[in-house]
C-alpha cells in the first residue's frame, strides 16, 4: 500500500472548519483513501474514505485532487470533542488486493481550541 | 454484539508471566485484526486473520507472541515471558469480508476499547 505524508500537528478554533492535509504521490488506481481519528484512550474510529470523487458524510467532507496525489479531510465547524490524532491511510481493496494489514502512520495531532 | 468487546481492559501482571487477551468482533464480521500501541506512539501491526486463510503474522514482534482464532469468531492473543516493553494497549479490530462491499471499498475496520497491559 502506498505511503501517506501528514503534518504532525495542527491547532485550530472551536467552530471554525479544520482542513487536514495528506500526501499520497504513489497512490495506485485501485487505491481508496480512508480517514480515522484517534481520540485520546479510545479505539481508532472511521471517518471517511474515497477513491477519485469528492466524499461527503454527517462527519467530514474528503476533498481528494484530480491527480489523486494528495487529499483533505474537512470538519466543517470542529468542535472541542473533535480533538484527536487523524489518521490517512491508502489501502488497496477488491478481489485480488490485499486485505490485509492496515498500516497506521503518525497521523496529525489535531487540537481544537475555544 | 454491537461493537468490537475486548477483555480485560486492563491487566497488570509481573515479568515473566503469560498473559491472554480476548477479542470479541462483530458478529458476522469475517477479518480481525490485532494492533498494539506503546505509551504516545501509532498503532503497530501485529496479526490479521481473515475467514479461514492462513493468517498474517508478519506484525507479531517475537515468538513469545501468538494469537488464534476459534470458529472464526472469538480471538485470544497469548504473550508467553511477558517483558516490560510489552506494556502497551492491545487494540482488537474486525471488518467485514470484503468481497461483500467490493464495489464501496467499505470495508472499514471497527475498533474495540482495547486492552491496556502493564507489565512490572
Known amino acids: 500500500d502506498a505511503k501517506t505524508t501528514q503534518p504532525p500537528s495542527m491547532d485550530c478554533a472551536e467552530g471554525r472548519a479544520a482542513n487536514l492535509p495528506c500526501n499520497h504521490s504513489?497512490?495506485?488506481?485501485?487505491?481508496?483513501v480512508y480517514w480515522y481519528r484517534q481520540i485520546h484512550s479510545q479505539g481508532p474510529q472511521y471517518i471517511i474514505h474515497?477513491?477519485?470523487n469528492n466524499e461527503t458524510n454527517e462527519m467530514a467532507s474528503l476533498i481528494i485532487t484530480e491527480d489523486r496525489k494528495s487529499s483533505t479531510l474537512i470538519l466543517p465547524h470542529a468542535t472541542l470533542r473533535d480533538t484527536a490524532v487523524y489518521y490517512c491511510i491508502v489501502r488497496v481493496v477488491g478481489i485480488g488486493g490485499s486485505q490485509g494489514n492496515l498500516i497506521f502512520g503518525k497521523g496529525t495531532k489535531l487540537s481544537v481550541k475555544p | 454484539g454491537a461493537g468490537v468487546s475486548q477483555s480485560p481492559s486492563n491487566k497488570v501482571t509481573e515479568k515473566g508471566k503469560d498473559v491472554e487477551l480476548r477479542c470479541d468482533p462483530i458478529s458476522g464480521h469475517t477479518a480481525l485484526y490485532w494492533y498494539r500501541q506503546s505509551l504516545g506512539q501509532g498503532l503497530e501491526f501485529l496479526i490479521y486473520?481473515?475467514?479461514?486463510?492462513?493468517?498474517?503474522k508478519s506484525g507479531l514482534p517475537s515468538d513469545r507472541f501468538s494469537a488464534e482464532r476459534t470458529g472464526g469468531s472469538v480471538s485470544t492473543l497469548t504473550i508467553q515471558r511477558t517483558q516490560q516493553e510489552d506494556s502497551a494497549v492491545y487494540l482488537c479490530?474486525?471488518?467485514?469480508?470484503?468481497?461483500?462491499?467490493?464495489?464501496?471499498?467499505?470495508?472499514?475496520?471497527?475498533f474495540g476499547a482495547g486492552s491496556r497491559l502493564t507489565v512490572l
Open positions: 504513489t497512490i495506485s488506481g485501485n487505491e481508496y
Open positions: 479490530a474486525s471488518s467485514p469480508y470484503f468481497r461483500a462491499v467490493l464495489s464501496s471499498g467499505a470495508n472499514v475496520l471497527t
Open positions: 486473520f481473515q475467514g479461514n486463510s492462513a493468517p498474517d
Open positions: 474515497g477513491l477519485k
